[in-house]
């Protein structure tokens, strides 16, 4: 009597320790403690926990706590082990087994509104083990209480992430609109996100685009996952990630200037410029020059560091080059040319790969021309050999266009240059 009055008191006094009430389910992300103490708190309550009878009206409390603890310590390990970049990954897996089964232990006695609280956190776990047969059947069991919208809403994330992971997406979809359907879901800007890759994977371009446009426009989205349900937070990773996406879904059309214009005005400010130009890239990459033109120009009227509109210039000429747009091209090269000159020394750590796409412009020219070079050709070796006046073999291979162009005077005058 008197041994199991004093385990009881111990039992107490490790959770009024730990900010809990004998009635209180603790939270699945378990008080966050550093890994030394959290080790001593899992020895010590496993201690009170064997010494505790069934029946004690404490054990469900240092059951639920000690689950929270061991997942807990299994998702850090795994964490900290996937930082090595491991390829067989199994750190926390005893963990994950001891919280699986203390939580399996302890549902029948919590509190009925925490069942699903409780249940959550097992499908995880089946999740993390390779069960992912019984992890979808505890989330379709939350789902059948329609006592917990929170624990509802997650259970339906967790399934819509299976299913997207199956590529299962007109399943993955249904649970993902859910969530969105639920007051009370949390990670209803995940759930959105989501929506719009699943219409992507099928085929359906405008939905998936619109999809993500509605996403960083809506405040209440603008958050992978809220801290509260239904107020607007601003997740700036989010942000980026969704709207670089956008800008990769932009691409697989024929993308405009408007879509240009639309993605610089939903995306967030430290990815406004960098977007643009990762469409326009994009374009260019995928075949569609006369668009990736277009777009590279939109980016130059909004770019501000001189070093990035270098290399827009550059971008364009080169691509104009490629569409026999010479005029054009001669006069965005001459303008990267002034602009190199007008920047003064250059700094920056690109620079150096700047100048050489610089010269390289001109000798890809020459290649295209070799057997018939025109006066353009001749007038983009002179450009460059006034802002860059110390390379010889420019200088021969400038006399030589002059040459074959006739211009002996200019020719003899170039190569002499180059000695």
């Known amino acids: 009597m008197l041994e199991s ?29 550093d890994p030394k103490t959290r080790d001593m708190l899992i020895e010590k309550l496993t201690q009170v926990y064997l010494n505790l009878a069934p029946a004690d009206s404490s054990k469900v409390a240092i059951t639920l706590r000690l689950a929270d603890l061991h997942a807990e310590r299994a998702r850090l390990d795994a964490m900290k082990e996937l930082e090595t970049g491991c390829t067989t990954c199994t750190a926390g897996a005893n963990d994950r087994k001891k919280a699986l089964g203390y939580y399996q232990e302890v549902l029948p006695k919590v509190q009925e509104n925490s069942v699903g609280k409780v249940l959550a956190q097992v499908g995880h776990l089946y ?71 699943c219409e992507f994977n099928e085929g359906h371009l405008d939905p998936a685009i619109n999809g993500l446009v509605t996403v960083l426009k809506t405040p209440e989205l603008s958050a992978r996952t809220a801290a509260v349900s239904g107020v607007a937070q601003i997740d700036k990773q989010f942000q980026e990630e969704v709207s670089r996406d956008l800008a990769t ?62 290399e827009g210039l550059i971008r364009l000429a080169q691509l104009e080059m490629e569409q026999k747009q010479l005029p054009q091209a001669s006069k965005d090269y001459e303008s990267a040319l002034s602009l190199w000159t007008t920047m003064g020394t250059c700094n920056e750590q690109d620079c150096a790969e700047l100048k050489a796409r610089l010269r390289k412009f001109v000798t890809d020219w020459n290649r295209t021309e070799k057997a018939a070079p025109s006066e353009a050709l001749l007038n983009a070796y002179q450009a460059y050999l006034k802002t860059f006046s110390n390379e010889s073999d420019m200088y021969l291979w400038a006399g030589k266009v002059a040459s074959d162009l006739k211009q002996y005077a200019l020719a003899v005058e170039l190569s002499q240059k180059a000695a």
């Open 127 to 197: 999740e993390m083990t390779g069960n992912e047969k019984d992890a979808i059947a505890t989330y379709e069991r939350i789902l059948k209480d329609p006592k917990s919208a929170s624990a509802k809403a997650e259970a339906n994330v967790s399934l819509a992430e299976v299913y997207f992971k199956r590529r299962d997406y007109a399943q993955a979809k249904k649970n993902y609109q859910a969530v969105l359907e639920n007051p009370s879901a949390l990670s209803k800007g995940l759930a959105a996100y989501r929506i719009a890759w």
């Open 249 to 310: 879904f932009m691409a697989r059309r024929t993308a405009t200037v408007k879509d240009a214009a639309l993605l610089y005005d939903v995306s967030p400010e430290s990815a406004k410029i960098s977007n643009v130009t990762f469409l326009a890239s994009e374009l260019e990459r995928l075949g569609q020059a006369q668009a990736s033109i277009d777009l590279w120009r939109f980016a130059q009227e909004k770019q501000s560091k001189p070093e990035a509109r270098l």
């Open 5 to 33: 009055l004093s385990t009881k008191k111990l039992a107490a006094g490790v959770l009024i320790a730990l900010g809990l009430s004998l009635g209180h389910v603790p939270s699945a992300s378990a008080q966050a403690v």
